[in-house]
């Protein structure tokens, strides 16, 4: 099993960029990652997620063109690059593992989650 902690969320002008980072205890090769969004009263939604291979699925085509998902297993992370931030960008992101390492899109099938980082847009 894995655990995880997001970092790198903060306040951040229209147009900026943040990095977060998903940092992971355990077998986190295995696992593909996947970042949530979940805006202020809004249900959590998928954005990124990078399969065990390292293979990038985007769920989001607000994100398309401004948000990046990496990973490195030898530092047990993955990363979600965001650049050209919008307000409506603004949440917390949350970083879950799913076994298998396929990647999917739906809350449900994840039991792994870290505690979520905050990201405001504002200027």
């Known amino acids: 099993q894995v655990q995880l902690a997001e970092s790198g969320g903060g306040l951040v002008q229209p147009g900026g960029s943040l990095r977060l980072v998903c940092a992971a205890s355990g077998f986190f090769n295995y696992y593909a990652v996947t970042w949530f969004h979940q805006a202020p009263g809004k249900d959590r939604k998928a954005v990124l997620c990078i399969s065990r291979g390292g293979e990038p699925l985007d769920y989001a085509d607000s994100v398309k063109g401004r948000f990046a998902v990496s990973r490195d297993n030898a530092k047990k992370a993955a990363y979600l690059q965001m650049d050209d931030l919008k307000p409506e960008d603004t949440g917390v992101y949350y970083c879950?593992?799913?076994?298998?390492?396929?990647?999917?899109?739906?809350?449900?099938?994840?039991?792994?989650w870290g505690q979520g980082t905050q990201v405001a847009v504002s200027s």
């Open positions: 879950a593992a799913l076994s298998n390492g396929v990647c999917s899109g739906y809350v449900a099938d994840y039991r792994t």
